[in-house]
């Protein structure tokens, strides 16, 4: 595709359910980042994928979040037994990388995923 | 931890004005900084992008300053348009295989 696409666009969902959201990154992109955009708040780095590396998790704010990249490309990010705190905006984004493994490029961001937990 | 402040946190303008929006960053040893664009309820668009060892880039009625060892960048928006409104965000790449940190934006709003 041209672009960083993400599923749902929207998703509203009761508290204590588990939901689960879709990146789908530029082909050839290396690396892969999700972030949250909580209302008034700026954006907050979640967790990174880098090639084969093991995931940067260090922003995941619980256990309850956790996330995958199959086949080095499509990502999920997974947030079991919601809270309303956990409202928020998930932005994804993908760049490609340059020598050394530094992903240095320009990061592309997909348009989001608005989740609502009621 | 590198922390990312913006200044101000909204801007209301007659249109014509030219302005600046400045990102005042904590730690200086970064890779590169970014200026991005979002309208609401959108994704993120990426202005213009400056590496660590230049000064400056242009895009149109966009430039961007980078004064790295104070830790300072201004974005410049020169003969403001309506469609200039949205909301404005610099982030850093600190050095290494990090993740962007963002400062909270500047709500502009140019008015016709």
């Known amino acids: 595709g041209a672009g960083v696409s993400q599923s749902p666009s929207n998703k509203v969902t009761e508290k204590g359910k588990d939901v689960e959201l879709r990146c789908d990154p530029i082909?050839?992109?290396?690396?892969l980042y999700w972030y949250r955009q909580s209302l008034g708040q700026g954006l907050e780095f979640l967790i990174y994928?880098?090639?084969?590396?093991?995931?940067?998790k260090s922003g995941l704010p619980s256990d309850r979040f956790s996330a995958e990249r199959t086949g080095g490309s499509v990502s999920t990010l997974t947030i079991q037994r919601t809270q309303q705190e956990d409202s928020a905006v998930y932005l994804c984004?993908?760049?490609?990388?340059?020598?050394?493994?530094?992903?240095?490029?320009?990061?592309?961001f997909g348009p989001g995923t608005r989740l609502t937990v009621l | 931890k590198q922390e990312v402040t913006q200044i101000p946190a909204a801007l209301s303008v007659p249109e014509g004005e030219n302005l600046v929006l400045n990102c005042s960053f904590t730690?200086?040893?970064?890779?590169?900084l970014q200026w991005f664009r979002q309208d609401p309820g959108k994704g993120l668009t990426s202005l213009l992008l400056?590496?660590?060892?230049?000064r400056e880039q242009t895009s149109g009625r966009l430039n961007a300053s980078l004064d790295k060892s104070s830790g300072r960048s201004t974005l410049y928006i020169a003969a403001s348009q309506p469609g200039d409104s949205a909301t404005y965000l610099c982030?850093?790449?600190?050095?290494?295989?990090?993740?962007?940190?963002f400062g909270k934006g500047t709500r502009l709003s140019v008015i016709a």
């Open positions: 982030a850093v790449l600190n050095s290494g295989n990090t993740p962007l940190v």
């Open positions: 994928f880098q090639g084969n590396s093991a995931p940067d």
């Open positions: 984004a993908s760049s490609s990388d340059l020598a050394g493994g530094v992903a240095t490029d320009t990061q592309y």
């Open positions: 730690d200086s040893a970064i890779y590169n």
């Open positions: 082909s050839g992109h290396t690396a």
């Open positions: 400056i590496q660590s060892s230049q």
